[in-house]
């Protein structure tokens, strides 16, 4: 069977997700189950897995969806803990008085305290922490669900105390697949380093666009065309760009110089102490302040009790804080916390007498530690009564357990494309087959392509990580196969991988789970594949013109 058959027999599932959800506007959790299905099928009978093998994959997928719900509980349980305590209303009355407009304080949630929590976290972190914020600050939940996944397109490649490149990349590049050429520790390092070129480049000008697409999807009737939007834009744009240029030079020089542990983290503290500072001087803001439109509140929305609250403003940042200091002691290499929390693990060696090892390191996720400690806490320093507590745990697994079935199912289908690789009748797998084709057709203008099957990537699986494990030996061989820089075609995997993020099912049901919307999938998805689209077509075109000059390279 020819690879370009392979290719479009593979691409069914992902057409159907999207066509489902984007064009019918199924909710996520019935379209990721004919994906499913879909996946299954092919599986076993074209690529002819063999059923304890595909069985096998199917729950592998299921068992690694559990890391993604105990973040998403985690998350929702601190959320409705601070909602209850009055935090969140304190922080909104503290932030509106520090600045009212709302282009404002999206840019310091979504470029400052966003790109810090991606850095010192990652996996899903940032938009679970930050669009419950924007809720507070009197954002919709729509809008506060795009654009905690928007803001964190340019921040997963070098985020996560370096997980996506060395857990990531370094994990499939070793010596077999270099020969030689280069030390594995040295490619990782120029991988790092493009990589903060193409994404410090994207962080520059992401808060501007924020601020357009704020203004055309949320702003009001005259706003929401394109000379309106960019009309609105304008007066914001100094603050944007300043704060997007900064971050995203701290971004890339740490990434080039440094390497991908701590980029992220610095350009997050960059912008958000830089924005702080303005506010604080009124330097840069918008003359006239603007303000979202007045919206109907959604009945399935989780209110705070608490909006006039007299809550001391260092108490109610206190839990944030706490969040903060905690993923950086428990991230950061070199502390001994992280080996520390690693050492737990529940393993299941050969799932279903296969050869696929499932391990669960349950303390080192985010939604275990810190969330549910810093949760406890604030229950005890803002003094919750008993039955408010109580409440906010029964709330937190009634909304955890809806988006659940949603989250195993999206997982489990995309090991059973990555696996289906291991066939009897020496098939290259689904995933595997998409990204040959891809390289085959696109040719000289591959690296237009390769951010594209980086964003794939993360669609399918939800992780920059887990993207760059599918793709990497792919785009390296691509690369080689066409005599283009092996080093800047990871970089465009890893970048692309990022993107992806913002369009991801997992993450987009994740978002909608923590702040309770319901059957908005869709229409998140829609929205953000447009800004995917844009920047992951810049990126590419970054590649196409450097990799004439870097010829030289490996």
């Given amino acids: 069977m020819s690879m370009l058959s392979l290719a479009l027999a593979g691409g069914l599932p992902i057409l159907t997700i999207l066509l489902l959800m984007a064009w019918l506007r199924w909710p996520a959790a019935r379209a990721m189950a004919c994906g499913w299905l879909v996946a299954s099928a092919l599986g076993v009978l074209l690529w002819r897995m063999p059923p304890l093998w595909w069985a096998a994959s199917a729950l592998y997928g299921a068992l690694q969806a559990l890391d993604i ?23 909104r009355q503290h932030l509106g008085h520090l600045v009212q407009d709302a282009r404002i304080q999206l840019l310091l949630i979504g470029l400052g305290f966003m790109t810090l929590i991606e850095g010192v976290a990652g996996f ?26 928007l803001f964190n397109g340019s921040n997963p490649p070098l985020g996560a105390a370096g997980v996506p490149v060395n857990g990531g990349i370094g994990s499939v590049m070793d010596e077999g697949v270099l020969q030689g050429a280069m030390e594995p520790a040295a490619f990782l390092r120029g991988v790092a380093g493009w990589t903060g070129v193409f994404t410090g480049s994207t962080l520059a000008i992401m808060g501007a666009l924020g601020v357009f697409l704020l203004l055309l999807w949320f702003g009001r009737p005259d706003e929401r065309t394109l000379r309106g939007a960019w009309r609105g834009t304008r007066p914001a744009l100094p603050f944007a760009l300043t704060l997007g240029v900064l971050a995203g030079t701290a971004q890339f020089l740490v990434g080039w110089f440094v390497g991908p542990e701590l980029p992220t983290a610095v350009a997050g503290l960059v912008a958000l102490g830089t924005g702080l500072m303005l506010v604080h001087r009124r330097w840069l803001l918008p003359r006239e302040i603007w303000q979202l439109p007045e919206t109907e509140p959604d009945p399935g929305e989780i209110e705070s009790p608490d909006e006039a609250s007299t809550m001391p403003v260092w108490l109610a ?20 916390v992280r080996e520390l929390l690693q050492q737990v693990t529940v393993r299941w060696g050969r799932v279903l007498g296969q050869e696929i090892t499932y391990t669960l390191r349950p303390l080192y996720i985010p939604g275990v530690i810190p969330f549910i400690p810093v ?33 195993l199912v999206a ?5 059973i494309m990555i696996r289906s690789a291991t066939n009897p009748v020496g098939y290259a797998g689904m995933m595997q087959s998409l990204g040959v084709a891809l390289a085959r057709v696109a040719g000289p203008l591959y690296p237009v392509a390769a951010p594209w099957l980086g964003a794939l990537g993360a669609f399918m699986t939800g992780s920059s990580t887990s993207s760059n494990i599918l793709f990497s030996v792919v785009q390296h061989d691509a690369a080689a196969s066409l005599g283009l820089p092996r080093t ?12 992806g993020n913002m369009i991801s099912v997992l993450n987009i049901a994740a978002v909608c789970g923590v702040l309770g919307l319901q059957r908005a999938e869709g229409g998140l998805l829609r929205r953000l594949l447009v800004p995917t689209a844009i920047l992951a077509t810049l990126v590419g075109l970054g590649g196409l013109l450097l990799a004439p000059l870097l010829a030289s390279i490996y």
């Fill in 69 to 91: 719900v105990l973040i998403v509980f985690g998350a929702i349980l601190l959320m409705n803990h601070l909602r209850a305590s009055g935090a969140i209303g304190a922080i």
């Fill in 124 to 149: 899903g972190t940032p938009g679970a922490l930050g669009a419950p914020l924007l809720t507070g600050l009197g954002f919709p939940p729509l809008a506060a669900a795009a654009f905690g996944l």
């Fill in 317 to 336: 940042w206190t839990p944030y804080i706490v969040v903060v200091v905690l993923l950086f002691v428990t991230r950061m290499p070199g502390l001994g």
């Fill in 375 to 407: 949760a406890l806490l604030t229950a005890l320093i803002h003094r919750m009564p008993s039955e408010e507590v109580a409440r906010a745990w029964r709330q937190t697994a009634h909304q955890t357990l809806r988006i659940a079935a949603t989250l």
């Fill in 411 to 415: 997982v489990s289908m995309a090991q």
């Fill in 488 to 499: 800047l075609m990871v970089a465009l995997q890893n970048a692309g991988g990022g993107l």
